[in-house]
């Protein structure tokens, strides 16, 4: 009978602490730092929602629409659903320990892991669609161990929910799902595959999926277009050796709670019924690296390998060894909890860079050159100076000039940058053919005024662009100190010839077809 059976209240109480630990070293993190570039994206996407955009399903959209009506526009306030998720999916852990027969130790345990892992602790706090897929994945775990454990029809048809949902988050929801049902096949809960109640839940999820799928079939399949794109630029370069070693570190001395989770999943006659976790952990592990898929791709599927690693270490650590717990507990998270602020920012920016260097560190970025922050941590800085600038020039035309002033950025950080800084200063809605910007970007680039942020500092307007203006003038660029944008340039292109919008309109035509 599961633990939480015998008294579910104290037991909730005591997952409820960790969910409280969770979101406050998240609050803690918050606003020390500035947007990341893809928060700025899917503010974007918030004020343009739809079914579907080139790289993303429509969820992160809707809750980044729900955000700013909610709580405004701060990095504070961006940042809370995502600290909501995190603090779910410590709950959901937490909950599968219980629902295997774990108690107060187990839940620590594993708790604690996720909370300290690197992996969640860099990944659950941004406004990013990560930490709610990962909720997802998880929460779709717990659906079926409760399923398993009172053999109720509504868990499944929540899980139908669940993973419609979860598609409609992220498509490798779609991995998981696969993984999570074949894994039946080779357990004794094969028979689960032929009920009714899982065609019903099969049937709500593509409900749930199919708008977004008939997006998709609307607009040429982006999704293929966008994996074609990664693979191409990003997923070709992964090697299998690398994914798995990473995956090894990724969560540091969690690594001793997930693993032993993983074989006694495998071996244990106490988890024989939940044996099909482990085997949906391999599929989508071998799916991954068959894909050169990235690292954080896989981050969904160790919440439940943390709770089976909780409730192993409690069954061999008798509750009469009270110090030998404790002292596991600090060896397991202590590391974890030093290492924290390299995952998460809960030191300002010189601190931080004093904690890199105290441990040694020097990041390399995407460039193979060693700087004084991680890249992540370098994509959280320079973009309100870059909006601020952008506006500064827009301010510094005559108002007849303003009228005919349109503004583009070379990447959708930029342009996600401009648009959501410039809306305090009513600027022209920022156009770009990077990313999602493609779908509504103007048809015309042919204003007599354009600005124009061109991440390559000058690259663009000086060798490509210099002959279709009749002059150009730098007005500024970025110079944070630690951004990864430093060197940002903004130019004011005056009286841009024909040939200017001719190459920006075949652009435009190629993106949308994409």
Known sequence: MPADKYNPQKLNF????????????????????????????????GDHLDWGFKEVPPVIALLAKLSTTLFGGSVFATRMFSTLAGGFIVWFTGKIVAELGGGRFAIALACLALIFAPAFAASDYLFQPVVFDQLWWVLAVYLIVRYINTSEPIHIYLLGVVIGVGLLTKYTMAFFAASL??????????????????????????????????????????????MKNLREQQLNYIKPADFITNQLKVNGMALFVWLPGLIALLFSSALSKFRF????????????????????????????????????????????????????????????????????????????????KSLHIAPKWEDQKEHPLSQDYADMFGWDEMGNKVAWAYSGLKPEQQKHTQIYADNYGDAGAVYHYGKKYHLPEVASLNSSFTLWAPDSLNAHYIIYVDDQGGGNVIKRLAPFVEKYVKLGEVKSRYAREKGTTIFLLVNPKPGLNDIYQKELARKRLE
């Not at 630990?21 to 994206?41: C, P, T, V, Y």
């Not at 049902?181 to 899982?198: A, G």
């Not at 592990?285 to 192993?312: E, H, I, Q, R």
């Open 14 to 45: 005591f997952i409820l602490l960790f969910v409280v630990i969770k979101i406050a070293l998240n609050m803690l993190a918050m606003s020390h730092f500035g947007f990341q570039r893809d928060e700025l994206l899917h503010l974007a996407l």
């Open 277 to 356: 976790i482990a085997f949906a952990y391999i599929l989508v592990f071998a799916f991954l690296l068959y894909m050169n898929g990235k690292d954080y791709y896989l981050f969904g599927a160790y919440p439940m390998l943390f709770a089976a690693g909780g409730y192993s270490f409690e069954k061999w650590i008798k509750a009469k060894y009270v110090v030998v717990r404790g002292i596991a507990l600090v060896i397991l998270t202590l590391l974890n909890i030093i290492f924290i602020p390299l995952a998460l920012p809960i030191l300002p920016v010189e601190q931080t860079i004093a904690v890199f």
């Open 181 to 226: 049902l074949i894994s039946l096949l080779f357990t004794r809960q094969r028979k689960l595959l032929w009920s009714k109640p899982v065609l019903i839940a099969a049937a709500i999820a593509l409900v749930v999926f199919l708008p977004n799928l008939l997006w998709q079939f609307r607009h040429h399949l982006p999704v293929f277009t966008h």
